[in-house]
């Protein structure tokens, strides 16, 4: 994939056909081209679930886990048994070699599988709800996802901010009563693309 490909798949609406054909073509460069980047949001969004309180000795869900940056930056904060799923089986072959999980499983676009409501204390999304990814209705997925007490910290790029549709799902999922956002703060993302994002961590009470 090219230089303006990537660009145009990181910030640009595809649809689930799509998105699995970019992510594969993807796979074998992907971790390469996100260090050069400084992609930092999997260490934040790990540290912020640590500052939120989140148990570390339950089991996590590391929810679009890609090639398994994000289960390593878990792991290195201290959680000690995390799940990965993803819907790129070649992504997902990626993060299968990596240290970080007790298992991984091929997921589908839309959906938690078999999934139920609170089966994880602790669900992470990391840069997964955004344009080029998932859709805002997904963030709806993931916050029936919790059960009461659980956590979910997932991250906004700047483009993902820019569009209503987005940041709209999460003004609704906090006016919820049982919902609370205990967490925000904006900082780099893909610094060397003068990208930021926004970490968010939700629990319900």
């Given at each position: 994939?090219s230089?303006?490909?990537?660009?145009?798949?990181?910030?640009?609406p595809?649809?689930?056909?799509?998105?699995?054909?970019?992510?594969a073509?993807w796979a074998?460069?992907?971790?390469?081209?996100?260090a050069?980047?400084g992609?930092?949001?999997?260490?934040?969004l790990?540290?912020?679930?640590r500052r939120?309180g989140?148990?570390?000795?339950?089991?996590?869900?590391?929810?679009?886990?890609?090639?398994?940056?994000?289960g390593?930056?878990?792991?290195?904060?201290g959680?000690?048994?995390i799940?990965?799923t993803?819907?790129?089986?070649e992504?997902?072959s990626?993060?299968e070699?990596k240290p970080?999980?007790?298992?991984v499983?091929k997921g589908?676009?839309?959906?938690m599988?078999?999934?139920?409501?609170?089966?994880?204390a602790?669900?992470a999304?990391?840069?997964?709800?955004s344009?080029?990814?998932?859709p805002?209705e997904t963030?709806?997925?993931?916050v029936?996802?919790?059960?009461?007490?659980?956590?979910?910290?997932?991250?906004f790029?700047?483009?993902?901010?820019?569009?209503?549709?987005?940041?709209d799902?999460?003004?609704?999922?906090?006016?919820?009563?049982?919902?609370e956002?205990?967490?925000?703060?904006?900082?780099?993302?893909?610094?060397?693309?003068?990208?930021?994002s926004?970490?968010?961590?939700?629990?319900?009470?």
């Amino acid at each position: 994939m090219s230089q303006d490909d990537k660009d145009q798949a990181l910030w640009t609406p595809h649809s689930d056909a799509e998105i699995k054909e970019i992510y594969a073509s993807w796979a074998d460069s992907y971790e390469d081209d996100v260090a050069e980047w400084g992609y930092v949001t999997p260490t934040r969004l790990a540290l912020a679930l640590r500052r939120s309180g989140a148990n570390i000795e339950k089991p996590i869900l590391d929810f679009g886990c890609g090639t398994g940056l994000s289960g390593m930056a878990l792991k290195a904060v201290g959680f000690q048994v995390i799940d990965g799923t993803d819907i790129s089986p070649e992504m997902l072959s990626k993060a299968e070699s990596k240290p970080a999980y007790r298992q991984v499983w091929k997921g589908e676009a839309g959906s938690m599988g078999h999934i139920r409501r609170g089966d994880y204390a602790t669900i992470a999304a990391t840069g997964v709800v955004s344009l080029g990814a998932a859709p805002p209705e997904t963030l709806d997925m993931l916050v029936n996802a919790i059960g009461p007490g659980g956590t979910l910290a997932f991250s906004f790029n700047d483009a993902t901010l820019a569009e209503r549709a987005y940041t709209d799902r999460l003004d609704i999922a906090v006016l919820a009563p049982d919902i609370e956002l205990v967490f925000e703060e904006h900082g780099p993302h893909l610094p060397a693309k003068n990208m930021g994002s926004t970490i968010y961590v939700l629990q319900r009470t």
